[in-house]
């Protein structure tokens, strides 16, 4: 039986999701990315954004997509990495959206970060074989580029999610992914080599 213990971040991310949702307009207007009031000082507005949604076909997509990260989660995931990992996830997304799409005023959704989120997941996963792992990287990341060209329609899914999807997030929640990945696995190799050493 897998260690669910090891999931309760990612069960605490979906039941905030849900309780934001519940609180209705008002919760939204306070905690959306809101180019204008981040300009303000409401910096919160970079993490808290990603926990908002625009309707329940939104919210519903973002939840399971949630649970099929959680799912491939290794069980010997420490909670503390787990709370590190979503925090520089929500806080790349956030700040590259930011900086970088300076033309977009508003942004809610957990899609972002979630881009990131699998990857993370996947990558030392102890449930898939290394080919298997890859080829799921793999097409996240065809997937994200795809969505930066002009093939992809971002309005494919607005009557679902309520409006336009923000490709963009996807892009900054996969680097992220991957800077982790990278300074992950660099780090356990750091330490395989040190021990050896000694």
């Known amino acids: 039986m897998r260690n669910y213990l090891a999931r309760s971040v990612w069960i605490g991310i979906g039941l905030i999701s849900v309780i934001v949702f519940g609180a209705g307009v ?3 207007e306070h905690l959306r990315f ?11 507005r970079l993490l808290s954004a990603h926990f908002v949604h625009l309707s329940s076909g939104h919210l519903f997509l973002n939840l399971a997509a949630l649970a099929l990260a959680a799912y491939v989660t290794s ?5 503390r990495l787990q709370l590190l990992a979503w925090g520089w996830l929500c806080l790349v997304t956030g700040v590259g959206l930011f900086i970088f799409a300076d033309d977009l005023y508003y942004y809610v959704g957990l899609s972002g970060a979630l881009h990131g989120a699998m990857l993370v997941a996947i990558a030392p996963s102890p449930y898939y074989s290394p080919k298997v792992r890859l080829i799921v990287v793999l097409v996240i990341v065809v997937k994200v580029i795809w969505e930066q060209t002009g093939f992809y329609d971002d309005m494919a899914n607005s009557e679902m999610v309520g409006g336009r999807t923000e490709a963009r997030s996807h892009m900054f929640g996969a680097i992220a992914g991957l800077v982790w990945i990278a300074v992950s696995q660099s780090w356990k190799y750091y330490e395989r080599r040190k021990s050896l050493e000694n």
């Open 34 to 44: 809101d180019r204008v009031a981040i300009e303000a000082g409401e910096w919160w």
């Open 75 to 79: 069980p010997s995931a420490s909670l």
């Open 26 to 28: 008002s919760a939204t």
